[in-house]
């Protein structure tokens, strides 16, 4: 059964950086395209990044230039690495996984639990 778990959230301090990770497991890896999702108290889950099979990034405006995607096959995980955050990043993080081309809607089949990211101002 498709698995995803996402790590690495926690408090940090305006401007500083965390690295999110989201592990995978059940399925074929390389064959799906990733996303990073996040939902703030009172808000819609919205996106952040996504990166397809083949390595292509895109991200939402609010983030670009401040956050970086990445994949790693060998070990089944995909990464955010978040800096320069600000309070307005904080959020339940998620990351999803669907098959074939990387979408920025939430048009994914597979979703991890979340890892809170809280930043103080």
């Known amino acids: 059964q498709l698995q995803l778990v996402e790590s690495g959230g926690g408090l940090v301090q305006a401007g500083g950086s965390l690295r999110l990770s989201c592990a995978a497991s059940?399925?074929?890896?390389?064959?799906?395209?990733m996303g990073w999702f996040r939902q703030a108290p009172g808000k819609e889950r919205e996106f952040v990044a996504a990166i397809s099979r083949t390595g292509i990034t895109v991200y939402a405006d609010s983030v670009k230039g401040r956050f970086t995607i990445s994949r790693d096959n060998a070990k089944n995980t995909a990464y955010l690495q978040m800096s320069s955050l600000k309070p307005e990043d904080t959020a339940i993080y998620y990351c999803?996984?669907?098959?074939?081309?990387?979408?920025?809607?939430?048009?994914?089949?597979?979703w991890g639990r979340g890892t809170q990211v809280t930043v103080s101002s």
């Open positions: 999803a996984a669907r098959l074939v081309a990387v979408v920025t809607t939430n048009d994914y089949k597979y």
């Open positions: 059940g399925y074929t890896f390389s064959n799906y395209a």
